[in-house]
């Protein structure tokens, strides 16, 4: 299985500030990484997928960027809604894996 | 505009089986796309339970230990999940999606499965 690690596993943040949140695979994934969203009580949310492409409605503040084991999710200015929990997600290979997520709160 | 929505008991008894169904709007199980479902226990991350592609390759992850069975059913344009031999270990949101490579990009609301005698 390819493992996926998220760093931090969590942040605090204040509104306006610029986020960066790092997925790493434990093998090359191509540029087979999603990121999804996802708040409390509902279903995750797709914000990027294959890497760099930003999934259709999703603000352009939110932003992806790697290829191969490094991968970067950056918001660039933090917004109140944007409160919540990230994943990464590798698509390369089943058994298809998460990372273990990035709680993102307030400073 | 594609929607899910899954259905199924709430409480399953330790040893049992776990049923649940999704239904899909919208859009014909029958197309060409990858119909999955995704586990998540309380308060912890996301797993990948396993995944249908024109409705009948299926892949599972191997840490369920061959207790996962994912079907269509056409005339009802809905998938299922079977998951036996369910222990506490089980209990989790399930929610089915849709996507594959390009990530999920429909998803239902979720059900909590709790498994408990």
């Known amino acids: 299985d390819i493992q996926m690690t998220q760093s931090p596993s969590s942040l605090s943040a204040s509104v306006g500030d610029r986020v960066t949140i790092a997925c790493r695979a434990s093998q090359s994934v191509s540029s087979y990484l999603n990121w999804y969203q996802q708040k409390t009580g509902k279903a995750p949310k797709l914000l990027i997928y294959a890497a760099s492409s930003l999934q259709s409605g999703v603000p352009s503040r939110f932003s992806g960027s790697g290829s191969g084991t490094d991968f970067t999710l950056t918001i660039s200015s933090l917004q109140p809604e944007d409160f919540a929990t990230y994943y990464c997600?590798?698509?390369?290979?089943?058994?298809?894996?998460f990372g273990g997520g990035t709680k993102v709160g307030i400073k | 505009q594609v929607q899910l929505q899954e259905s199924g008991p709430g409480l399953v008894k330790p040893s049992g089986t776990l049923s649940l169904t999704c239904a899909v709007s919208?859009?014909?199980?029958?197309?060409?796309?990858?119909w999955s479902w995704v586990r998540q226990p309380p308060g912890k991350g996301l797993e990948w339970v396993g995944e249908?592609?024109?409705?009948?390759?299926?892949t599972y992850n191997p840490s369920l230990r061959s207790r996962a069975t994912i079907s269509v059913v056409k005339s009802r344009n809905q998938f299922s999940l079977n998951l036996s031999s369910v222990t506490a270990a089980d209990t989790a949101v399930y929610y089915c999606a849709r996507g594959r490579g390009a990530g999920y990009n429909y998803w239902g609301q979720g059900t909590l499965v709790t498994v408990s005698s």
């Open positions: 997600q590798q698509s390369y290979s089943a058994p298809l894996t």
């Open positions: 249908i592609y024109n409705s009948e390759s299926t």
């Open positions: 919208g859009g014909s199980i029958s197309s060409s796309n990858w």
